[in-house]
Structures are given as structure tokens and as C-alpha cells.
Nanobody
Framework: QVQLVESGGGLVQAGDSLRLSCAAS????????MGWFRQAPGKEREFVAT????????SYTDSVKGRFTISRDNAKNTVYLRMNTLKPEDTAVYYC???????????????????WGQGTQVTVSS
């Protein structure tokens, strides 16, 4: 079992940057694909980014490509989401998620992830 705790959210202005962190418990973090999702008020939870177990491959939703970067440090049991050039439409609660997966697939659907954090709020003012 994996427990996930996000941090790093906050209130920023458009154009600013933030780095979200997700710390995972357990000794098997390196066997999990990790994803970031977000949910804005009144909307469904949507995929943002994902990274394979070894960091060898990543995938992003189109709206964040070129602005967001997902990375991981398996020695620290942590996955990151660097968010640059933030826009008001990036405002949401951001969740990290884990899926046991030693393949090179890049799951992008909420149903493909078993473990979820509690979320961290990101608010971008215009």
C-alpha cells in the first residue's frame, strides 16, 4: 500500500511558477507509475501528467505541454510537478496518484490509478 501527501500549492499570479511535491510512503515507490491530476470546481478530475516507474518517459495533457514538467526522485520517494507560466485556468485542486506498473505505459485515466493523495489547492489570479 502507498500513502501519498501533496504539498506546494498556493495562491499565485498569472505568469508565476510553482513546484508541487508528492511524498510517498513505503519502500516500493520505484515500482509505481505516478500521475498528477487536477479538479476545478464543478468539473471532473482531469489528467495533467504522468511518469513511468523509472522516470524514463513522461506524458502531458495538451494544455500544459511546454509549461509543466513532471519528475521523480526514487531515492526520496517523491514526485514533482514544476508549473511555469501559470494561467487562471490552471486553478484547481491538484492530486498525485500511484499505479503499480513496471511497464513503460503512461496511464492517463483516473480509473487506472489505485492510490491518491488528499490534494493541494493551486489558485492563479489574473
Amino acid at each position: 500500500q502507498v500513502q501519498l501527501v501533496e504539498s506546494g500549492g498556493g495562491l499565485v499570479q498569472a505568469g508565476d511558477s510553482l513546484r508541487l511535491s508528492c511524498a510517498a510512503s513505503g519502500r516500493t515507490f520505484s515500482t509505481y507509475a505516478m500521475g498528477w491530476f487536477r479538479q476545478a470546481p464543478g468539473k471532473e478530475r482531469e489528467f495533467v501528467a504522468t511518469i513511468t516507474w523509472n522516470g524514463g518517459a513522461t506524458s502531458y495533457t495538451d494544455s500544459v505541454k511546454g509549461r509543466f514538467t513532471i519528475s521523480r526522485d526514487n531515492a526520496k520517494n517523491t514526485v514533482y510537478l514544476r508549473m511555469n507560466t501559470l494561467k487562471p485556468e490552471d486553478t484547481a485542486v491538484y492530486y498525485c496518484a500511484a499505479r503499480w506498473d513496471l511497464s513503460n505505459t503512461l496511464p492517463q485515466d483516473v480509473t487506472q490509478y489505485r492510490y491518491w493523495g488528499q490534494g493541494t489547492q493551486v489558485t492563479v489570479s489574473s
